[in-house]
């Protein structure tokens, strides 16, 4: 599971990811086998113990179907165990299995209810996620073989079960280690409140009792899909129609399209962090897809949590995509790293459990509470929290001469505001659908061809020449003053380094619907004509050594990309506007002393 931000369409090209991700596992495996199998036995060619068929009664008589993995010879023994609950079925996690239970443990994979072996109806993202995990987790304790400590481990939607689990909190939950976990009305299956088309060829992958895997991994057929729904001006609403795959559960969460009460009830509360003390490890990447999820929970908890709760959870943040959280590759969308942002997933799970659950010691790989990587240094740094990370800030004000419409006559990013009240606009015809037709590439990170695009409905804004290198981590902050003459429109803005040869980075961005820029669980629509101010924070998390002779560049424009919901501006229900209810939006970014437009990025000088 991943989400689409259009923070590049990058994070974006998950599609063709989760087939890639099981075949580099299967493939992961072996090789290290060969190469370090001496020092570390779970990559040994040694047999287990396997049973296959497990089945477990949950509390409304299911029978869930698992299977479980033990050392060879454990007869007799208590373990700790380790769970993982899956809806892409047992086998996807035979690999993690095999390691474990090479490495001491037991390991538990559970197919979630209605797929694989398991009993029930499949219900993604429903209450009984958690309900189940709870159940598993003291059926567990409860077994001849288990010592009571149970850890779970899992990845996306595997990350996402471990948060709905411990929410029912487990007498026997030892820890959690979820990684690239999406958090419901967040970031899937929308991306704060802007929903995707992406959602429908999840629900397809997931639709059967076992994984639709060539048909999830056919990328030219959802492009094709998608790029129809674009043109045609179907309403979102009916996209499972016009897909072919007539679907109940995609037409109820695009009737939410808010983080309402319906999204609430799936994700831990206030209260519920408040109570969290169990050790935590989160695990996400800066082009993550389900970074805003991973960091949801991680950041509420660090808001609520009791102070043992927040000194009990690590987080781990490295330059990897969904897949490269579980198996790491030095190439991401055309950008190379250098080799220490490679770590060993599984050899660092495995430390973890035996610190959280045995007598091992901390895993050397987790520098302090907070462990990071920057790029452009090829180096790991840790801090005490988020906050700690930055010492400083560096601020731009956007300023131009009224134009700012094109790539090589654009605005600047300036160190001081500027001292005439100009305006920038841009138009955006959500009938005019060229952009749909760019085809997905390799290097979407360094793509530039949108802002090569660029035909009045956008604006681009770039700072002078660094005369230094400076290392830029944490969020980004936008501060903006918007006129439209539209009730609604959707607005992205994505941050770039540009080198000094002129190839562009992306860094990190953020969309954002106009309804809601005051709140996420209210809307309320623009006045024709009224100037306001917009914040933009919710963009990725991102760190990274800006290169001495490089410059910055921010690009504002609509959201008009084929992997996301259109907005057709008319103010209406989004997912159930066409395009007969389309209005061209004329976009004005007020730049001035009464309507100061900023740029804010935090800086480590130590």
């Given at each position: 599971?991943?989400?689409?931000?259009?923070?590049?369409?990058?994070?974006?090209?998950?599609s063709a990811l989760f087939c890639a991700f099981i075949l580099a596992?299967?493939?992961?495996?072996?090789?290290?086998?060969?190469?370090?199998?001496?020092?570390?036995?779970?990559?040994?060619?040694?047999?287990?113990?396997?049973?296959?068929?497990?089945?477990?009664?949950?509390?409304?008589?299911?029978?869930?179907?698992?299977?479980?993995?033990?050392?060879?010879?454990?007869?007799?023994?208590?373990?700790?165990?380790?769970?993982?609950?899956?809806?892409?079925?047992?086998?996807?996690?035979?690999?993690?299995?095999?390691?474990?239970?090479?490495?001491?443990?037991?390991?538990?994979?559970?197919?979630?209810?209605?797929?694989?072996?398991?009993?029930?109806?499949?219900?993604?993202?429903?209450?009984?996620?958690?309900?189940?995990?709870?159940?598993?987790?003291?059926?567990?304790?409860?077994?001849?073989?288990?010592?009571?400590?149970?850890?779970?481990?899992?990845?996306?939607?595997?990350?996402?079960?471990?948060?709905?689990?411990?929410?029912?909190?487990?007498?026997?939950?030892?820890?959690?280690?979820?990684?690239?976990?999406?958090?419901?009305?967040?970031?899937?299956?929308?991306?704060?409140?802007?929903?995707?088309?992406?959602?429908?060829?999840?629900?397809?992958?997931?639709?059967?009792?076992?994984?639709?895997?060539?048909?999830?991994?056919?990328?030219?057929?959802?492009?094709?899909?998608?790029?129809?729904?674009?043109?045609?001006?179907?309403?979102?609403?009916?996209?499972?129609?016009?897909?072919?795959?007539?679907?109940?559960?995609?037409?109820?969460?695009?009737?939410?399209?808010?983080?309402?009460?319906?999204?609430?009830?799936?994700?831990?509360?206030?209260?519920?962090?408040?109570?969290?003390?169990?050790?935590?490890?989160?695990?996400?990447?800066?082009?993550?897809?389900?970074?805003?999820?991973?960091?949801?929970?991680?950041?509420?908890?660090?808001?609520?949590?009791?102070?043992?709760?927040?000194?009990?959870?690590?987080?781990?943040?490295?330059?990897?995509?969904?897949?490269?959280?579980?198996?790491?590759?030095?190439?991401?969308?055309?950008?190379?790293?250098?080799?220490?942002?490679?770590?060993?997933?599984?050899?660092?799970?495995?430390?973890?459990y035996r610190w959280t659950m045995e007598e091992g010691d901390r895993?050397?790989?987790?520098?302090?509470?907070?462990?990071?990587?920057?790029?452009?240094?090829?180096?790991?740094?840790?801090?005490?929290?988020?906050?700690?990370?930055?010492?400083?800030?560096?601020?731009?004000?956007?300023?131009?001469?009224?134009?700012?419409?094109?790539?090589?006559?654009?605005?600047?990013?300036?160190?001081?505001?500027?001292?005439?009240?100009?305006?920038?606009?841009?138009?955006?015809?959500?009938?005019?659908?060229?952009?749909?037709?760019?085809?997905?590439?390799?290097?979407?990170?360094?793509?530039?061809?949108?802002?090569?695009?660029?035909?009045?409905?956008?604006?681009?804004?770039?700072?002078?020449?660094?005369?230094?290198?400076?290392?830029?981590?944490?969020?980004?902050?936008?501060?903006?003053?918007?006129?439209?003459?539209?009730?609604?429109?959707?607005?992205?803005?994505?941050?770039?380094?540009?080198?000094?040869?002129?190839?562009?980075?992306?860094?990190?961005?953020?969309?954002?619907?106009?309804?809601?820029?005051?709140?996420?669980?209210?809307?309320?629509?623009?006045?024709?004509?009224?100037?306001?101010?917009?914040?933009?924070?919710?963009?990725?998390?991102?760190?990274?050594?800006?290169?001495?002779?490089?410059?910055?560049?921010?690009?504002?424009?609509?959201?008009?990309?084929?992997?996301?919901?259109?907005?057709?501006?008319?103010?209406?229900?989004?997912?159930?506007?066409?395009?007969?209810?389309?209005?061209?939006?004329?976009?004005?970014?007020?730049?001035?002393?009464?309507?100061?437009?900023?740029?804010?990025?935090?800086?480590?000088?130590?």
């Open positions: 599971m991943r989400p689409i931000s259009e923070f590049l369409y990058m994070v974006m090209k998950k596992l299967a493939a992961w495996q072996p090789l290290l086998a060969q190469e370090v199998a001496e020092t570390d036995p779970g990559r040994a060619e040694t047999d287990i113990r396997f049973d296959w068929g497990v089945e477990i009664p949950v509390a409304d008589g299911t029978i869930l179907g698992a299977t479980l993995y033990r050392p060879k010879g454990s007869e007799g023994q208590r373990l700790s165990t380790i769970v993982t609950i899956t809806p892409y079925i047992s086998d996807r996690y035979h690999p993690d299995a095999l390691y474990f239970a090479r490495s001491g443990f037991a390991f538990l994979v559970v197919d979630t209810r209605g797929r694989g072996n398991s009993g029930g109806d499949f219900k993604p993202l429903g209450i009984e996620d958690g309900e189940d995990g709870r159940d598993i987790v003291e059926w567990i304790a409860d077994q001849e073989w288990s010592n009571g400590k149970v850890g779970m481990r899992g990845g996306s939607y595997g990350g996402y079960n471990q948060w709905a689990t411990a929410r029912y909190f487990p007498e026997h939950l030892s820890t959690i280690v979820p990684i690239a976990s999406p958090h419901h009305g967040t970031d899937f299956p929308m991306n704060y409140n802007v929903q995707y088309p992406y959602t429908i060829r999840w629900l397809s992958l997931t639709g059967g009792v076992t994984p639709q895997g060539r048909l999830f991994g056919d990328s030219g057929f959802w492009n094709r899909k998608f790029r129809e729904y674009h043109t045609s001006g179907t309403a979102f609403m009916e996209l499972d129609e016009l897909v072919g795959h007539h679907n109940a559960q995609f037409k109820e969460w695009a009737s939410h399209p808010m983080f309402d009460d319906y999204w609430a009830a799936r994700v831990p509360s206030n209260e519920a962090y408040a109570r969290f003390d169990l050790p935590i490890l989160t695990i996400t990447g800066y082009y993550d897809g389900d970074q805003p999820g991973a960091m949801e929970y991680y950041q509420r908890h660090m808001k609520y949590g009791s102070v043992r709760g927040k000194e009990n959870h690590y987080l781990l943040l490295g330059p990897w995509d969904h897949g490269g959280t579980r198996i790491p590759r030095l190439e991401v969308g055309g950008i190379t790293f250098g080799d220490n942002a490679m770590f060993d997933a599984f050899a660092l799970d495995r430390d973890w895993p050397a790989f987790l520098l302090d509470r907070v462990t990071y990587f920057i790029a452009g240094a090829n180096e790991w740094r840790g801090a005490a929290s988020l906050e700690d990370i930055a010492d400083a800030e560096l601020q731009f004000w956007l300023q131009s001469e009224g134009a700012a419409n094109n790539l090589f006559a654009s605005g600047e990013l300036a160190p001081q505001a500027q001292s005439s009240g100009d305006v920038d606009p841009f138009v955006y015809d959500p009938l005019d659908t060229r952009k749909t037709e760019l085809d997905p590439v390799d290097d979407y990170n360094l793509d530039q061809r949108e802002v090569q695009m660029l035909d009045g409905d956008g604006l681009v804004y770039h700072s002078a020449p660094f005369t230094e290198d400076r290392i830029i981590a944490g969020y980004p902050r936008f501060e903006a003053w918007f006129e439209m003459d539209v009730p609604d429109t959707d607005i992205n803005v994505t941050l770039y380094e540009v080198l000094a040869d002129g190839t562009a980075i992306a860094l990190s961005g953020e969309t954002q619907r106009a309804r809601f820029r005051n709140s996420l669980s209210e809307e309320t629509l623009m006045t024709p004509g009224q100037v306001e101010r917009f914040v933009f924070e919710r963009f990725y998390f991102f760190s990274r050594k800006i290169a001495r002779g490089s410059r910055l560049r921010l690009f504002i424009r609509p959201s008009n990309m084929v992997s996301n919901q259109r907005n057709y501006n008319s103010g209406k229900e989004v997912a159930k506007e066409t395009s007969a209810d389309a209005r061209t939006a004329t976009v004005k970014l007020h730049l001035g002393p009464d309507t100061p437009t900023s740029l804010t990025l935090p800086l480590v000088t130590q």
